[in-house]
């Protein structure tokens, strides 16, 4: 199974802040792959890593072999950010925002085509949203916004989706939609990297898991994952009786 996320040795630093350490990981095409860790292990610096938003200190990305920055031109990599990272008061509809996934295939003018406005209706389809589509994105609820953005995703046809804790304060609703939605993306070949805190769902939704503390603690079957000692070592927690759980 081919790898369309390779991270080789990547380390990144704030300052003297070490937030990501010595970090290798391949993410293969066509299966979700959740990114399991507590805040502050380093989860928004991994993804903000692999869409070049940071250069790492050393250590390289590749997205289907190309650099990040290529990847993104080619408007291959889609980003779903958490809720906190965008301002919800900009005065754009959710037909708006989910017509952003598709400004690289546009051209200079961003006057959208018919196939732009057909792309995007279907993608506001898949994601029950069409009814709501004129409405200001501020407006909608968490997991409605959630599930505009991942829209935009699909309206963008990225081979890669990278979605930064799409269940924080969704509904139950919302979270079923878009977990079967990543799995419909997956299995149409799509690869998507999800960071959760939701363990509950994570059988469900993922195919793999990665458990991360600044460093790839753990990384394959999602219910070896979700054994105690694991999880208690990517939650920085001593091993019941105080064991060595390494």
Known sequence: MSAAIEVRDVTVRYGDVLALDDVSLS????????????????????FKTITGQLRPERGSVLLDGADPASA?????????????????????????VVMMGRYGRTGITRRPRAADRAAVAEALERVELSALA???????SGGQRKRAFVARGIAQEADILLLDEPFAGVDKRSEGTIVRLLRDLAADGRTVLVSTHDLHALPDLADEAVLLLHRVLFHGPVAEALRPEALARVFGLEPRGGEDAA
């Not at 993410?27 to 959740?34: E, I, L, S």
């Not at 004129?134 to 909608?140: M, P, S, W, Y």
């Open 27 to 46: 993410v293969p095409a066509g299966r979700v792959t959740g990114l399991v860790g507590m805040n502050g292990s380093g989860k928004s610096t991994l």
């Open 72 to 96: 993104r031109r080619r408007g291959r990599i889609g980003y779903v950010p958490q809720s906190e990272d965008v301002d919800w008061s900009f005065p754009v509809s959710v037909r708006d």
């Open 134 to 140: 004129d409405r200001q994105i501020g407006q909608l």
